[in-house]
T-cell receptor, first 116, second 109 residues
């Protein structure tokens, strides 16, 4: 099946620093990738849809200047959390849309971000 | 608006059968997914339904009724490792995934 990797798996940073998270589709090309955030005991919350070669589409309430998304190639999308604060601590998960056979999303393993 | 409803939490006994329901109201319908998510991990694909009826895959089955806006995930011969959250997600007319809040399934010995 389609494989999506995410790096790093865990990151701890100081408040005010920026953190970059990479999402790669390893064995397929993904024109569309998605970034989710999940707080403890809550469901996935879609942050943005990332389309290769164009600007990301952000969900309502998500600050595009704080969560920078770059989808520079068909296999790589990055999420940069700028000037991170403790309230940004969360589990960030990316997924890539694989068209066949079900147009489903394959998820990366997630990145646990802790901002001190 | 778009809405996916599923129970917040369910408890079942090891070896038993459990049915997790999902009802939806969305702008268009292009399929329904069930995902499993263990604590601290990303979701993994379980099933996909786009036509009415039952899809069986081993211990797991998924049912869809488009006219009723209803689906269920049936888990048989429950094992302790089945303790997880189960997420229902519908593909709308724009081919976007609309997610339910998930059902936390607790398996007791």
């Amino acid at each position: 099946g389609a494989v999506v990797s995410q790096h790093p798996s865990r990151v701890i940073c100081k408040s005010g620093t920026s953190v970059k998270i990479e999402c790669r589709s390893l064995d397929f090309q993904a024109t569309t990738m998605f970034w989710y955030r999940q707080f403890p005991k809550q469901s996935l919350m879609l942050m943005a849809t990332s389309n290769e070669g164009s600007k990301a589409t952000y969900e309502q309430g998500v600050e595009k200047d704080k969560f920078l998304i770059n989808h520079a190639s068909l296999t790589l999308s990055t999420l940069t959390v700028t000037s991170a604060h403790p309230e940004d601590s969360s589990f960030y998960i990316c997924s890539a849309r694989y068209l066949e056979p079900y147009n489903e999303q394959f998820f990366g393993p997630g990145t646990r971000l802790t901002v001190l | 608006g778009q809405n996916i409803d599923q129970p917040t939490e369910m408890t079942a006994t090891e070896g038993a059968i459990v049915q997790i329901n999902c009802t939806y109201q969305t702008s268009g319908f292009n399929g329904l997914f069930w995902y499993q998510q263990h604590a601290g991990e990303a979701p993994t694909f379980l099933s996909y339904n786009v036509l009415d009826g039952l899809e069986e895959k081993g211990r797991f089955s998924s049912f869809l009724s488009r006219s009723k806006g209803y689906s269920y995930l049936l888990l048989k011969e429950l094992q302790m490792k089945d303790s997880a959250s189960y997420l229902c997600a519908v593909v709308d007319s724009n081919y976007q995934l609309i997610w339910g809040a998930g059902t936390k399934l607790i398996i007791k010995p």
